[in-house]
C-alpha cells in the first residue's frame, strides 16, 4: 500500500513537533488544529493510527480514565532514550542525566533484561505532581 503526506499528515506532524513536550487526546487535537482551518476527526484518527504505527507518537492514558492521549516521540533522539511517565499528568519526557539513564540501563542488562528503549516507560508521580501528593492540606 502505497504511502501519502497529505497536507493534513503534514499538518498534525507539524503539531506534535511544536508540542513534543506536551500530550493530546483526539478531541484537543481536533480543536487545535481546526483553529487554523477545519479538519475531520476521522482524517485525525487515521493518521495518529498510522503515526503510531511508525512510531512516531506513544498512546497512553491517564488513570482512571478511559480517554487516550497522544505525545510526539518521533526524533531520532527519542527512540534510544528512556522514557518516564507520570502517573498523574500523563506527561512523558526523558531522563535529563545521561549517567542516570545508563545506570538504569546497566542495571537492567545486569539482571539479563534485554532493553527495547523506545518503548520502555518507568512510571511515578513527576516532580511537579509529587508535591501536590505530599503537600499537607491547609
Known amino acids: 500500500m502505497k504511502k501519502y503526506d497529505t497536507a493534513q499528515r503534514k499538518q498534525l506532524l507539524a503539531f506534535f513537533e511544536a508540542h513534543c513536550h506536551e500530550q493530546f487526546s483526539i478531541d484537543e487535537i481536533v480543536a487545535a488544529l481546526s483553529e487554523k ?12 493510527d498510522r503515526m ?21 516521540v518521533g526524533s531520532s533522539q527519542c527512540h534510544k ?35 527495547d528503549e523506545q518503548k520502555t516507560v518507568l512510571m511515578g508521580p513527576c516532580r511537579r505532581c509529587g508535591e501536590h501528593l505530599h503537600k499537607p492540606p491547609e
Open 37 to 48: 482551518e477545519p479538519i475531520e476527526r476521522s482524517v485525525v484518527y487515521r493518521n495518529v
Open 81 to 115: 532514550r528512556l522514557h518516564l511517565q507520570c502517573t498523574e499528568c500523563g506527561r512523558i519526557f526523558h531522563i535529563e542525566n545521561q549517567a542516570d539513564e545508563e545506570q538504569i540501563k546497566q542495571v537492567l542488562r545486569n539482571n539479563g533484561l534485554l532493553l
Open 52 to 72: 503510531l504505527r511508525e512510531g512516531l507518537l506513544h498512546k497512553s492514558a491517564r488513570e482512571n480514565s478511559r480517554k487516550f492521549y497522544y505525545q510526539y
